[in-house]
Nanobody
Framework: QVQLVESGGGLVQAGGSLRLSCAAS???????MGWFRQAPGKEREFVAA????????DYVDSVKDRFTISRDNAKNTVYLQMNSLKPEDTAVYYC?????????????????WGQGTQVTVSS
């Protein structure tokens, strides 16, 4: 069983930065880890993912060059560094873990989910 707990969300002005963390309990070092987000009235969407080794990553086009996903397997923690934040980045951000050796981007390939952390970007 894997449990995921996100932290680091908050209110920030446009152009600012936040760093989200996802602490995992249980065996996740062989899992693909991802971040998804859901804005009010919208479907949950993929944001970023990282392979178990950290050697491969993928991002949705709208966050490329602004967000960076990383992981520390020794600490069982995944991070999402978010820079140059925009009001359209406002959403609840979810951490997820999936038993794939590849980087996967669809939510159906993820087995475990955190409760989410709110990110609000003011203009």
């Amino acid at each position: 069983q894997v449990q995921l707990v996100e932290s680091g969300g908050g209110l920030v002005q446009a152009g600012g930065s936040l760093r989200l963390s996802c602490a995992a309990s249980g065996r996740t070092f062989s899992y693909c880890m991802g971040w998804f987000r859901q804005a009010p009235g919208k479907e949950r969407e993929f944001v970023a993912a990282i392979s178990w080794s950290g050697g491969s990553t993928d991002y949705v086009d709208s966050v490329k060059d602004r967000f960076t996903i990383s992981r520390d397997n020794a600490k069982n923690t995944v991070y999402l560094q978010m820079n140059s934040l925009k009001p359209e980045d406002t959403a609840v951000y979810y951490c997820a873990a999936g038993p794939s050796t590849l980087v996967v981007t669809t939510q159906y390939e993820y087995t475990y989910w955190g409760q989410g952390t709110q990110v609000t970007v003011s203009s």
